[in-house]
């Protein structure tokens, strides 16, 4: 199904060498050493190497880095995180209290539900044991009647 692998020698391959072409020997004239001027920067800078070899280029000013801006002694992420902790806790504060006023609140119906039920209660049986004792009040005797037409004849 597969073809068998073959083994195949390692070609030769040709190897270039090339070798640098030395550059004539320069001529090094040497600049005539300028004194710095105290508080001037010369256009053309020189510099004599430690081997005697004067390097001549224009100065450079180095660029200063801007200042940095003040920091606050904290920063602004600490202060938002600390404002956000002290929200929270008066929102919970808050909600407990909410929560402890419902309760309260709650009991205090459920008190007077139970007052109410014991007055009216009371009310009831006073109403209900005093009628068979009752001795007062108008007295009414039923005795055989006629009705006659519509009519009662007592």
Not at 28 to 40: E, F, L, N, R, S
Not at 46 to 51: G, Q, Y
Request: glycine letters at 10%.
């Amino acid at each position: 199904m597969y073809p068998e692998p073959t083994r195949h020698a390692p070609a030769e391959r040709a190897v270039t060498t090339y070798q640098p072409t030395p550059l004539p020997p320069a001529v090094v004239h040497p600049a005539p050493v300028v004194p710095d001027q105290p508080g001037t920067v010369p256009a053309v800078a020189s510099i004599v190497l430690p081997d005697g070899r004067i390097v001549t280029g224009y100065a450079i000013d180095h660029p200063q880095p801007a200042p940095l801006a003040a920091k606050p002694a904290v920063s602004r992420a600490a202060v938002n995180v600390a404002l956000g902790g002290v929200g929270f806790l008066a929102v919970c504060g808050g909600l407990l209290l909410l929560t402890s006023f419902i309760a309260a609140l709650t009991a205090f119906i459920g008190e007077l539900i139970i007052l109410a039920a014991v007055i009216f209660g009371g009310w009831i049986a006073v109403q209900v044991l005093s009628a068979s004792g009752h001795k007062g009040g108008t007295t009414v005797n039923i005795r055989r009647a006629v009705i006659k037409r519509n009519h009662f004849h007592g």
